[in-house]
């Protein structure tokens, strides 16, 4: 096999080939910790179904929705090898106003066409299997379950050992935990702090002590993420995001009596039998009481 080509793993009952990003860009190997992560791509496959690569990486920072004029084409100077329109980068996208630049990559043109093409090839039987398991989507998100039906999109995160998730539509961006976050005199028990997002004051909550859950220290792994919630934006600490993912509804069911601040966000819980899993999923609005939402404007205000 190809150098960069680190071999195969079990996804979901289906095996995904893994490739190492750094070996594709001919950068020395490093020691894999526990920041790598697998990032899976959708590619198009044979018979016109989705194949799915996981592509491991040092680390993901952070998950963002960006304006598509922030976009712009690499300039041709930049482009590079044989074939300039083969090129892995294809474009540019300008943060916090141009001071920050992130390299926006083509998922199908890190590989070799060669390579790709072996990689479609299917055994006889193949395509009944796929048929038969779960399912790879255009988006890029593997199924949870190999259910029939109608499935919804969710964003999996996890606080003290426990699996949560919330519609994928809900978070705005995924962002890490800065070193310090500035508390303001005066406000509610319930906020952490506040961070400057690209120009706009964020409340920040931490999730652990608004379920009342032991504090944790903070961490690399951990991640605010960042809900629209009647209009506000409200940034939530959890301890990490595991993945995007499809949930069958035949696999929700309602929640069950809960105590506390989960008594009014559960909406439901999610079995996965196969994995041995079980995930609570929140309502969004319901993380932030009416009481609560009418003081957060006046943050921008006090941190001003």
Same mark, same amino acid.
């Given at each position: ?18 490739? %190492? ?10 020691? $894999? ?6 990032? *899976?791509? %959708?590619? @198009?496959?044979?018979?016109? $179904?989705?194949?799915?690569?996981? *592509? ?19 300039? !041709? ?16 996208? $300008? ?36 048929? !038969? ?33 919330? +519609? *994928? ?18 406000? +509610? ?26 504090? !944790? ?24 995001? %595991? ?46 009481? @009416? ?5 957060? +404007? !006046? ?6």
């Amino acid at each position: 096999m190809p150098a960069h080509v680190l071999g195969v793993t079990t996804l979901r009952d289906r095996l995904l080939p893994l490739v %190492s990003l750094r070996a594709i860009f001919g950068l020395p190997p490093a020691t $894999r910790s526990e920041t790598n992560k697998v990032v *899976v791509v %959708s590619l @198009p496959g044979a018979s016109g $179904r989705p194949m799915a690569i996981g *592509v491991v990486m040092d680390k993901v920072n952070a998950v963002l929705r960006v304006d598509r004029a922030a976009v712009t084409p690499l300039p !041709a100077t930049l482009a590079h090898g044989a074939d300039r329109e083969r090129g892995e980068i294809r474009s540019i996208c $300008r943060l916090d106003q141009g001071r920050r630049l992130v390299s926006v990559l083509s998922a199908e043109a890190m590989f070799d066409p060669t390579e790709l093409a072996a990689w479609r090839a299917e055994p006889k039987g193949a395509a009944a299997q796929d048929d !038969a398991g779960d399912r790879s989507d255009d988006t890029g998100d593997v199924t949870m379950s190999d259910t029939r039906g109608e499935d919804s999109q969710y964003v999996i995160f996890r606080l003290l050992g426990e699996d949560y998730g919330v +519609p *994928v539509e809900a978070v705005r961006e995924i962002v890490r935990v800065p070193e310090q976050l500035t508390r303001v005199p005066r406000t +509610p028990d319930f906020i952490e702090g506040v961070i400057n997002l690209r120009g706009t004051v964020l409340p920040v909550i931490d999730q652990r002590r608004r379920f009342g859950l032991a504090e !944790a220290a903070r961490s690399d792994r951990q991640r605010i993420m960042v809900f629209v919630i009647q209009g506000q934006h409200v940034g939530f600490i959890v301890d990490s995001v %595991s993945e995007v993912g499809r949930i069958p509804d035949a696999a929700i069911a309602a929640a069950p009596e809960l105590a506390g601040e989960r008594a009014k966000v559960v909406r439901g819980i999610a079995n996965l039998t196969t994995q041995n899993r079980m995930i609570q999923l929140l309502d969004v609005d319901g993380l932030v009481d @009416p009481a609560e939402q009418a003081a957060l +404007p !006046a943050l921008g205000a006090l941190a001003a």
